[in-house]
């Protein structure tokens, strides 16, 4: 007989990339599912449910480790690190796995990487997390708001301690909840060409869940599917992967027939489409990028949803584009962010961000503004958006904007859903919170050109 | 070390039914040898004596916890019952889902025709019942359920993980 597929080794593999190498989790996951393919429904999920599970409770999980290992969790060996962790995850999290069978799957592994000799350490950490689980100590909240809050959510704490200036212990903890909630991936319905009920019956019909999304009409949340990629109605173009804050931002630039838009950080393409399908053919759309891949990718994508006012263009934001001067009605700023707002669906993040990377962004972000306020033209609108929580980058931002650049913020309330209507965006901007709000964190914002 | 051709789906030698083994013998010792060494060589977790053209009644199974040899073995329970992917090693490339009991004992002889019990669970009592089906010319892929998966594109590239 062959060897089958070790489950536990495929995790382990998957975790060691992404914890101690520079690949992302999401992407990691999804190219080893797609290369087991063939593996059954529920292997495939047990192989999800652990790698997500164990980086979405990462730091919950070294405090544990470290409750009863006498060797810090960072002077491991890295493969004994993620084994234990994974293992931990196992233990505190899945019922259904009896604890011996964690423990003696984790000591086979550690035995079959070559790590004989580290066999009794992997087994006596292990069971005494077995029998101790229910009597760790946590941090309080009373006592330690910040070491509760990260231990309990795995959130490092430089990023809490920015949220908590800015916002409510409550609503940190709110968000914080949210990331490791069950993320049901929602979707745009593109009924330019078949009705949204065609649509639904076909979803429905390939055994998906289909649910309406409570903020705008054409955006349902889709669940119980094997393989997003197979369904027809992915294939035939009429449905378009995307969170609800980013299709908000098609709705705030609120095109009119005709329009030129520019979207300058365009890549993988949803708010561009968006645009375009709103523009009902008329007008025009060019979705830029710098990143040659990625607008090919696009343009491919643009053929196959058979959208004709829009196309994909080599250009990198940061660099000034003579020809565009003054010339767009819309300018669609979605920069690269630190991405806090959708940790929950790249749990990754939050371990990578750190303040200096941030630093960067900010700089990035600001050069990207300052080019692309060029492009638009007198009375256009230029939508900046992020997909991060925190003011750093989204209203010091807007202030520093601003203050430069003949803009003012205009109000955003008529285009949106009324539950999401507050005192700032009545201003002009919006800080989306999951958890608070039914969407991914993300800030937006709606900014006009002065009339010259 | 001596590697001997794995026989593959097709050749007649795998759908005989095997002998006993009436006494271990020095070619049969050799024979038991080089079936680990080609076993580990395919990297495979078990290999049965018709796979190296031998219709005698023995198998060895590694699957990750040491080498098992079983002369003449039979099994003499089998419960529970575990779906999912099997493949084999006379059929490269390919992977099927097979339902097997969960929960087996088998007994045999090892290589030195002493009496010995092996009981094993999912893995290993998977790997039991496929080599235990060879020794009667029975193939994994008579008893897939639904069809055979393409795994060419699934091999394991070499780790380059410290160790």
């Not at chain 1, 990260?150 to 409550?170: A, D, H, N, T």
């Not at chain 2, 073995?73 to 339902?99: H, I, R, Y």
Request: glycine share 6%.
């Amino acid at each position: 007989m062959t060897g089958t597929v070790n489950l536990r080794e495929v995790v382990l593999g998957i975790l060691m990339e992404v914890t101690e190498g520079e690949a992302y989790s999401h992407v990691v996951l999804r190219d080893t599912l797609e290369k087991y393919q063939y593996l059954l429904k529920r292997d495939r999920a047990f192989i999800s449910r652990v790698t997500e599970g164990t980086l979405e409770n990462l730091i919950q999980i070294d405090y544990i480790i470290e409750c009863f290992s006498k060797v810090p969790i960072h002077n491991m060996k890295p493969l004994i690190r993620n084994l234990l962790r994974m293992s931990v995850y196992q233990l505190k999290y899945m019922d259904s796995i009896p604890d011996s069978a964690v423990v003696n799957e984790a000591v086979r592994l550690a035995q079959k990487r070559g790590f004989y000799n580290l066999k009794g350490f992997v087994n006596g950490v292990l069971r005494a997390a077995a029998r101790g689980m229910e009597d760790i100590v946590y941090p309080l909240p009373q006592e330690d708001p910040l070491e509760y809050l990260s231990v309990s959510y795995s959130m490092p704490k430089w990023i809490l301690s920015r949220w908590l200036e800015q916002f409510s212990f409550e609503e940190v903890e709110k968000v914080c909840d949210s990331f490791q909630d069950e993320n049901p991936v929602t979707v745009r319905l593109r009924t330019d060409r078949v009705s949204r009920e065609e649509i639904i019956d076909s979803l429905e019909e390939e055994g998906c869940e289909v649910s309406q999304h409570p903020y705008l009409d054409y955006a349902v949340r889709i669940s119980g599917y094997n393989y997003l990629q197979a369904l027809t109605a992915f294939r035939q173009g009429w449905i378009y992967v995307q969170d609800v804050s980013s299709m908000l931002v098609s709705e705030i630039a609120a095109p009119n027939w005709g329009d030129y838009c520019i979207d300058v950080c365009a890549a993988p393409g949803g708010k561009s489409t968006h645009l375009a399908d709103k523009l009902k053919g008329s007008g025009y759309v060019e979705a830029r990028d710098k990143n040659e891949e990625k607008v090919s990718l696009m343009q491919q994508n643009i053929d196959r949803m058979g959208i004709i006012n829009m196309v994909a263009a080599l250009k990198d934001a940061t660099a000034f584009d003579q020809d565009s001067f003054h010339r767009a009605d819309i300018v669609l700023c979605d920069v690269p962010c630190s991405g806090l707002g959708v940790i929950g669906k790249k749990q990754d993040i939050r371990y990578r961000m750190n303040p200096a990377k941030q630093e960067e962004l900010i700089r990035i972000q600001r050069r990207i503004l300052s080019v692309s306020q060029n492009y638009v033209k007198p009375g256009g609108v230029l939508i900046y958006s992020t997909c991060t929580i925190g003011a750093d980058e989204n209203q010091m931002n807007l202030k520093y904007f601003l203050e430069n650049y003949p803009f003012h913020l205009e109000t955003i309330d008529p285009y949106l859903p009324e539950q999401l209507r507050c005192r700032t965006s009545a201003g002009g901007y919006l800080q989306l919170l999951p958890g608070v709000h039914e969407t991914d964190g993300f800030f937006l914002a709606r900014l006009k050109r002065n009339d010259e | 070390m001596a590697l001997r051709k794995i026989r593959e789906l097709g050749d007649e030698i795998l759908t005989k039914k095997c002998r006993e083994v009436s006494e271990m013998t020095p070619r049969l010792k050799e024979l038991v040898s080089d079936m680990l060494d080609t076993m580990y060589n395919a990297e495979g977790v078990g290999l049965a004596a018709p796979q190296v053209g031998v219709l005698r009644r023995i198998v060895v199974i590694d699957i990750g916890e040491g080498p098992i040899v079983l002369v003449n073995p039979k099994m003499t329970l089998q419960e529970g019952q575990q779906e999912g992917n099997e493949g084999c090693l006379s059929v490269p490339g390919k992977a099927g889902v097979v339902v097997r009991p969960d929960h087996v004992i088998v007994e045999g002889f090892n290589e030195n025709m002493e009496p010995v019990t092996v009981e094993g669970q999912e893995l290993l009592a998977r790997a039991l019942c496929h080599e235990l089906d060879h020794l009667d010319g029975v193939m994994y892929t008579t008893r897939v359920e639904g069809e055979l998966f393409d795994t060419s594109e699934l091999e394991e590239e070499p780790d380059a993980e410290e160790a």
